[in-house]
């Protein structure tokens, strides 16, 4: 006999929506650190965009004031320059984030052992467990990653304005700024992603009949 369920993708959704619903403050917890990291990767690369639209202005006293600021311009091409300590406290937010959201798939694996085992006993494939636990996951990275983006740029875009007042309004490159906006939501998708895939193959390898014996 074939063993084969095939369920539409909406159903899938369905049951991966309701999957959040069920388990509502795990799955904030893991969009809250998604929303922290991309909110303050945002934060500094808005920054960044802020401070290269003021220098196009080519006002020394704006210059001069991003230099106080902390910010690195070079002197030959009059661009910012990210310091290595930037890059890497940038980097080590985003691990710190795959990290958490790995630590957190895992924890709902073990929580829904008999549910896995039940849909597998029903006849349910591998790659379905897969494609619900990634639809998660992919819900969580988007919400994270558009609150996160509109956070970070938000926060970056006030500080300038306290720092600078409001002549920075000028010179605001919009265009550059909605692209970190974009970028910052497709790397909350992506650690998320990323976060889910290992937990996402261990529950699709889980046996029914071991997963069905567990004590909850």
């Known amino acids: 006999m074939r063993r084969l369920v095939e369920l539409p993708l909406s159903k899938s959704f369905k049951m991966a929506f309701q999957s959040i619903r069920v388990r509502f403050f ?3 917890v893991t969009t809250m650190s998604l929303i922290l990291a991309v909110a303050f ?10 401070a290269k639209g003021l220098i196009a202005s080519e006002n020394q006293t704006i210059i001069s004031d991003l230099i106080e600021a902390g910010y690195d311009i070079d002197p030959d091409t009059k661009t910012i320059v990210s310091s290595a300590k930037q890059r890497w406290i940038v980097f080590l937010s985003l691990l710190v984030c795959v990290v958490g959201i790995i630590n957190a798939q895992l924890m709902s694996v073990t929580e829904r052992f008999r549910e896995i085992g039940t849909l597998k006993c029903l ?8 494609r619900i636990f990634v639809i998660e996951a992919t819900m969580q990275g988007l919400a994270g990653g558009v609150a996160g983006a509109i956070l970070g740029a938000s926060v970056s ?4 304005l306290i720092k600078f007042g409001l002549v920075m309004t000028i010179h605001i490159p919009w265009t550059q700024i909605i692209t970190t906006m974009f970028y910052g939501m497709c790397t909350g998708t992506i650690l998320s ?3 889910v895939l290992y937990p996402a193959i261990i529950a699709s390898r889980m046996q029914p009949v071991e997963a069905m014996r567990v004590e909850q």
């Open 193 to 195: 992603l990323l976060g």
């Open 41 to 50: 990767f945002t934060f500094i690369q808005t920054g960044n965009d802020t």
């Open 26 to 28: 795990r799955s904030l």
């Open 157 to 160: 875009l006030l500080s300038a």
């Open 123 to 130: 006849g349910a494939l591998d790659r379905f467990i897969v």
